[in-house]
T-cell receptor, first 113, second 116 residues
């Protein structure tokens, strides 16, 4: 298996633009997680899905952030409009079961100018 | 809410030596998981080792072992025979055992340097 796949690996955009980050979980994994890593706040969970349904989105910072999982093999995290403080590394992770090991993707480094 | 504290922002170890990274956590739960993740410069988050709180025996994975002290809420990582490839950020993480609270709570990380 190729592991968790994220795209793009790097994204540079200007303030106010829409940004879409993509994730393909490991096949067969029922849980998908989006994390954000910043110097100030470290690693924090934004949202997670079970069988394509959002379960806990309490970590989503504000309405500018939205996440979807239209099918078992694809999820997006969208920021609209983006702001410089959104600059971070965004990780996607997946696990087979709720209490299972979470496998992380390589991350997307987002820079908002 | 659970919190995870890593009090060592940076550590350094000579190749082939042993180093211990500290982690403490705060929780009111009795059952939970603890993890150590490694993040090399590639940014990939790699699971190093996992410990279930109900297990008294400390987890071991090759050169990596933990010292789990449940009463003290301490979970340190020992790396034996350190190698250059061990240089990375190391994150301690906590996760509830049951329920819908499946999120990982991470510490702030310890940057490990390995010198010749």
């Amino acid at each position: 298996d190729a592991g968790v796949i994220q795209s793009p690996r790097h994204e540079v955009t200007e303030m106010g633009q829409e940004v879409t980050l993509r994730c393909k979980p490991i096949s067969g994994h029922d849980y998908l997680f989006w994390y954000r890593q910043t110097m100030m706040r470290g690693l924090e969970l934004l949202i997670y899905f079970n069988n394509n349904v959002p379960i806990d989105d309490s970590g989503m910072p504000e309405d500018r952030f939205s996440a979807k999982m239209p099918n078992a093999s694809f999820s997006t995290l969208k920021i609209q409009p983006s702001e410089p403080r959104d600059s971070a590394v965004y990780f996607c992770a997946s696990s087979l079961v709720l209490a299972g090991l979470q496998f992380f993707g390589p991350g997307t480094r987002l820079t908002v100018l | 809410a659970q919190t995870v504290t890593q009090s060592q922002p940076e550590m350094s170890v000579q190749e082939a030596e042993t180093v211990t990274l500290s982690c403490t956590y705060d929780t009111s739960e009795s059952d939970y998981y603890l993890f150590w993740y490694k993040q090399p410069p590639s940014r990939q988050m790699i699971l190093v080792i996992r410990q279930e709180a109900y297990k008294q025996q400390n987890a071991t994975e090759n050169r990596f072992s933990v010292n789990f002290q449940k009463a003290a809420k301490s979970f340190s990582l020992k790396i034996s025979d350190s190698q250059l490839g061990d240089a990375a950020m190391y994150f301690c993480a906590y996760r509830s055992y049951t329920g819908t609270a499946s999120k990982l709570t991470f510490g702030t990380g310890t940057r490990l340097q390995v010198t010749l």
